[in-house]
Structures are given as structure tokens and as C-alpha cells.
């Protein structure tokens, strides 16, 4: 599987069903999916957010990015600014691919997800105010899952999408990125 990650491109994800930006009303953000190498193990770079009060998001395993600012020219641009801000990684550091498509919370956020690798050339550095803690989620321990819990064959509903790593749960609109991605992936490699 090492290799077809490394393979993935925007060519990988042509076939998915992206749903467009059809939220009128709703906020916007954009975050990236992450994927990096360590020990040639594929990882997905992920945070858990800080605990504050009144947080919509305290306590939640997410990928990194935010809200769209007036300033931003597209979501992209929202992602690679929000990915520098929220963990010094730069856009330089990362290998675009593409992107797959918008993705509702339940507090009427519409995100932009991106995918690309972190070439790890930055060095994580993070405000403890916003995030508690970076979490370096395997590829491997995702798509195990995915298979366990048949999410290959049938969509589950958003309270059976669930990826439990460690002592988190990946859950929400950040569980349906994942969904889409290992899904994508794991038809593109051919996986038993």
C-alpha cells in the first residue's frame, strides 16, 4: 500500500462524486488531509482541538484548517493559510493533489477538503489555545477499520461512521473526509 499512496494524484480521485458549493448561507472553511512517511509507515496528520468553553469544536479530532477569510481568494487558499497558521506548515511543504469536495457540519459549516502530502519540512509548532495536541493518525489503522465495519459496500449513517485511533474517535465531518478518501484509495490500489 506504501506505493500506491506515494502514486496518488489527481487522477486517483477523478471518479469520486464531489458535491459542490451549493451553501449559500452557510459559513465556509477548507482543511487538508494530510499525508505524510514516517519510518515508510503512511500517516495522516491530524489535531485534536483544544477544550475551551463555548468551542463548537473543543475536544474533537480534526484535520487541520478553518474558517474562510474575506482576504482568501478560494478555499485552497483558506487551507494553505489556516494549515501555515495553525501548525507553521508551509505551503512549500506540501505536494497538492487535489481536491474532494465540500462536506456540511452539523453547526452549518460548508468545508473544502484537500488532500496532499507534507513533505515534513516544517516544523510543527501549534497555539496550545486552539489545539491540544497533534495527532499522527496510520493509513493502515483507517483503512482496517473501513474494512471492519463493511464501510467499503455500505455508507453508513453519520452516527456509524466512526474511527476510533488510541483513545480518540474520529467522528463527524471529519469521518466523512476520511470515508471518501479510503474509499478512493482503497479501489485505487485493488485492496483484498
Known amino acids: ?12 480521485f477523478k471518479n469520486i462524486s464531489i458535491r459542490k458549493n451549493k451553501e449559500k448561507f452557510c459559513k465556509k472553511a477548507a482543511v487538508f488531509l494530510l499525508i505524510f512517511y514516517q519510518d515508510n509507515i ?5 489535531i485534536l482541538k483544544s477544550n ?34 495553525e501548525l507553521n ?4 511543504d506540501i505536494n497538492f493533489i487535489t481536491s474532494i469536495g465540500y462536506y456540511k457540519t452539523i453547526n452549518q459549516v460548508d468545508v473544502q ?3 496532499g502530502f507534507w513533505k515534513q519540512e ?8 486552539e489545539i491540544a495536541q497533534v495527532i499522527k493518525i496510520p493509513v493502515y489503522n483507517l483503512i482496517d477499520t473501513h474494512k471492519k465495519n463493511d464501510f467499503e459496500t455500505e455508507k453508513p449513517d453519520i452516527f456509524s461512521l466512526i474511527y476510533p485511533y488510541k483513545d480518540f474517535k474520529v467522528w463527524g465531518v471529519t469521518a466523512k473526509i476520511f470515508y471518501v478518501f479510503l474509499n478512493t484509495v482503497i479501489k485505487s490500489a485493488s485492496f483484498a
Open 42 to 46: 503512511p500517516y495522516i496528520l491530524s
Open 1 to 12: 500500500m506504501d506505493n500506491q499512496l506515494l502514486r496518488l494524484n489527481s487522477e486517483t
Open 122 to 129: 516544517s516544523r510543527i509548532i501549534f497555539d496550545t489555545k
Open 113 to 115: 477538503a484537500f488532500v
Open 89 to 92: 506548515i508551509s505551503k512549500e
Open 52 to 85: 475551551n468553553k463555548g468551542y463548537p469544536w473543543k475536544d474533537q479530532v480534526a484535520l487541520p484548517g478553518g474558517i474562510f477569510d474575506p482576504e482568501d481568494k478560494n478555499g485552497l487558499e483558506t487551507a494553505y493559510r489556516e494549515v501555515k497558521e
